[in-house]
Structures are given as C-alpha cells and as structure tokens.
C-alpha cells in the first residue's frame, strides 16, 4: 500500500486490508479493494449463515472472510470500518497501535472521489436537504451523476 504525504493512498496492490461489518456497503468497499489488487479480508461478528449469500458472493470473488467473531488483525496494512463498528474496540485499537491505517468506509470512498462530496446525516430523505441540493445544482455549485 502506498500513500502519498496528508494521507491518500496512492496504491492498495498487494495491500493486506480487513474490511469489518459486511453489510452492503461492507461487501461493496471488499470488491472495490478486490479490484484495486488489494488482499483483502471480510470480517463480520455475524455467521455466514445470518449474513445469507455475503460469503459465498465474496469467495466466489476471491475475497476471503472470517465470521462469527473478531478477526486477528495482526499484520494488515489497513482495516476499513462499516459504519456501525466502534473504532473504540479493542482489537481494532490494538491493528491501529500495531501500524494499521483505520479508515471509515466513508472515507475509502471519498479518498478515490474527485470534486466535492456533500454527505448527509439522516436516515430518510430529507425535503430540506433535497432543497439545498437543488439550489446548489441550480446554482453550479454541485453536479450529480
């Protein structure tokens, strides 16, 4: 893993990363690391049997994982944390104190962005936010895709 000066990753090729909690945006950050040449492995407290087609999805694509406790995180470069971990655990604390990069999976997304990110904080659609949204694109102050 390579990373520029403020810390971008420039490369995740042959970077050992762990990507903790493997609901959908979980899954989605091991195939988009997968596909960056990352090593990548998916962990979930949650057996494979509660998780469905998670382990089967992410084998079939060459991502190992390890379900149903708390994974060694010894060794890796980076663990990536879903949004409902707490970084606060003491096995991702010891990765970290270890030299580990802990990113929030938000983050892994806006590292590879380009241009402005306007995140939100509400659990369902928010007619004020759309307004602002609205406003801003009107305005050329943001383009969606």
Known sequence: MN???GGKIQSWNNARVAVIGLARSGVAACHFLHTRGARVLGADRRSGE????VAKELADAGILT???SHPDLAGFD???LSPGVDPAQDFIVKAQRAGALILPELELGAS???GRIVCTTTSRPSRLVSRWCRSWQNA???RTR
């Open 3 to 5: 990373q520029k000066p």
């Open 50 to 53: 509660e998780l469905g087609g």
């Open 66 to 68: 390890d379900l149903g």
């Open 78 to 80: 980076a663990i990536i």
């Open 112 to 114: 590879e962005a380009s």
């Open 140 to 142: 050329e102050l943001l």
